[in-house]
């Protein structure tokens, strides 16, 4: 017994120290605040686009006025006048010098006439329906109709002398406000496509000719361009 006691005296220090407590893990520095983005620069309101330039020619300089069949007249300086291509204006309009000029019949025979040599036209349609001639066209789909009437057509020239205009295309005549008119000076047409569905088998349909000669006389009774004046 003495001597487990003395063993017991003499044990290792350490061995009856005790065991040191674990030293807490290092708290993380807190991460850096990503940087705040610098504010965009506000956008520039987008300017209005300019005002589109009025459509038409510009080819001539001069004051046209033009009176109707219900008294009602447009006058004002005229920048530009077209001639259609064909006698309707599908293919287009033409502006060149040479385009711009219509044909006359006088007592000497055919004459060509710019509008520059131009002081007045009259235009006497003719009677209904006995002036009037009807036609279809099947290069349209639907097929397009159309009446036109006979005109009597007299231009009187600045140089004093006048005759029958025998050129039927059609006219347009642009003012300076970019308001456009468009007459014809030989044979007034109306025209009309077919109430049809595109592709489909067509035949002529006469009453397409009827409602066109109702529009043709609603046309005699006010909008027809009966005189022009080229000053």
Not at 58 to 63: A, G, I, K, L, Q
Request: charged fraction near 25%; glycine fraction near 6%.
């Amino acid at each position: 017994m003495r001597l487990s006691l003395v063993a017991l005296l003499f044990l290792p220090t350490v061995a009856l120290a005790k065991p040191k407590k674990a030293e807490p893990a290092p708290v993380p520095a807190p991460a850096a605040a990503a940087p705040v983005p610098a504010p965009e620069p506000a956008l520039e309101p987008t300017p209005p686009p300019p005002p589109e330039e009025p459509s038409g020619a510009r080819n001539v300089s001069f004051t046209v006025s033009l009176t109707r069949a219900d008294g009602t007249s447009r006058s004002g300086h005229v920048k530009g006048i077209e001639r259609s291509a064909d006698f309707h204006g599908d293919q287009g309009w033409e502006s060149g010098a040479k385009d711009i000029t219509f044909e006359i019949e006088t007592a000497k025979g055919e004459k060509v006439v710019a509008w520059t040599d131009v002081k007045s036209i009259n235009i006497a349609p003719g009677k209904m329906p006995d002036d009037v001639d009807c036609t279809y066209s099947s290069d349209f789909n639907p097929f397009m109709y159309e009446c036109s009437i006979r005109t009597t057509t007299v231009a009187n020239l600045k140089d004093g002398s006048k005759g029958n205009v025998i050129t039927r295309n059609k006219w347009r005549f642009t003012f300076d406000d970019g308001a456009p008119v468009e007459l014809y000076l030989y044979k007034h047409t109306e025209r009309m496509q077919a109430d049809a569905t595109p592709g489909e088998d067509q035949e002529e349909d006469p009453g397409m000719y009827t409602k066109l000669q109702q529009a043709l006389r609603e046309t005699l009774k006010k909008s027809i361009v009966k005189s022009v004046t080229v000053q």
